[in-house]
């Protein structure tokens, strides 16, 4: 039996994408996940999703990182299924429903409400999430907010001096944080505007994070260094993140299709 799929990408952060919201596919395990994400022996994609029936949104989104590890929300292959839909939608996300809807400039994604508690990042013990009072190296106190994943922001002065491919996987898999943790190095341009490298979990250095945009913009607002609405720039491109006064946030950037195609999941077995 093969089994269609569709190479999609926001801002070169790029998806496998299955779709078995009529007809069941093969059962995912994480292994078959890892394996066809693979950018040698597989299709490769940062992030493969599974499109499912829901019985409470337009249809359910499961997101798997590269390494197998199944995660709760991602905001760039959000609007690339959102385009896939070609139609508003709500989706179910372990990290909760989303709204998502054509707009100027793409597809824009309400992606809920932020979240700062201690236990709900969460972490290890408490402590305060504004700063914490942790460092790695030169990277020290981050803002810790989870946006559906857990993201951990550091502002710095010169984003692209971090050396990220290193210090990333230090922080992700610090026990500080039980689920392990996106690492986010951010640079103020202006009240306008904010540079952006992301180390995704389960992912490594990404050209693109809509999630990691979403807590960055977020913990800019809220520590005074920017506007409720700001342009985060990643080495992907450039996504428009808006905190609303009712608390929910709003994203809005390009998805695009690549390609299409089919596998033999015994090629993978």
Not at 5 to 23: E, I, P, Q, T
Not at 27 to 32: A, F, R, S
Not at 42 to 60: K, N
Not at 72 to 79: E, F, L, Q, V
Request: aromatic share 6%.
């Amino acid at each position: 039996m093969r089994v269609p799929f569709v190479k999609m990408h926001g801002l070169g952060n790029d998806f496998v994408v299955l779709d078995a919201r009529r007809d069941p596919l093969m059962p995912l395990t994480n292994d078959l996940a890892r394996a066809l994400a693979d950018r040698r022996t597989g299709i490769g994609c940062d992030q493969l999703i599974l499109l499912e029936h829901s019985d409470v949104a337009s249809f359910r989104m499961r997101i798997f990182n590269n390494d197998g590890s199944e995660v709760g929300a991602c905001g760039n292959a959000t609007r690339a299924v959102a385009l896939l839909h070609a139609e508003p939608a709500t989706i179910e996300t372990a990290g909760g429903i989303l709204e998502a809807r054509p707009a100027d400039g793409g597809i824009s994604v309400d992606m809920g409400t932020p979240r700062f508690g201690w236990d709900e990042i969460p972490l290890a013990y408490p402590m305060d999430t504004a700063s914490m009072p942790v460092a790695w190296e030169d990277l020290e106190n981050p803002m810790a907010v989870n946006v559906g994943n857990p993201h951990a922001i550091f502002f710095v002065e010169d984003a692209d001096a971090v050396d990220l491919e290193r210090l990333g996987p230090q922080i992700e898999h610090d026990p500080i944080f039980p689920e392990r943790v996106n690492v986010n190095v951010a640079q103020i341009v202006s009240r306008e505007a904010i540079l952006l490298r992301v180390w995704e979990r389960g992912a490594g250095l990404t050209r693109a994070c809509g999630t990691g945009a979403c807590a960055t913009a977020v913990a800019a607002m809220k520590k005074g260094l920017v506007d409720r609405e700001v342009a985060v720039t990643l080495p992907g491109g450039t996504l428009t993140i808006a905190w609303g006064a009712d608390n929910r946030i709003l994203m809005t950037g390009p998805a695009a299709e690549s390609f299409r195609g089919t596998f033999d999941p015994a090629d993978f077995a």
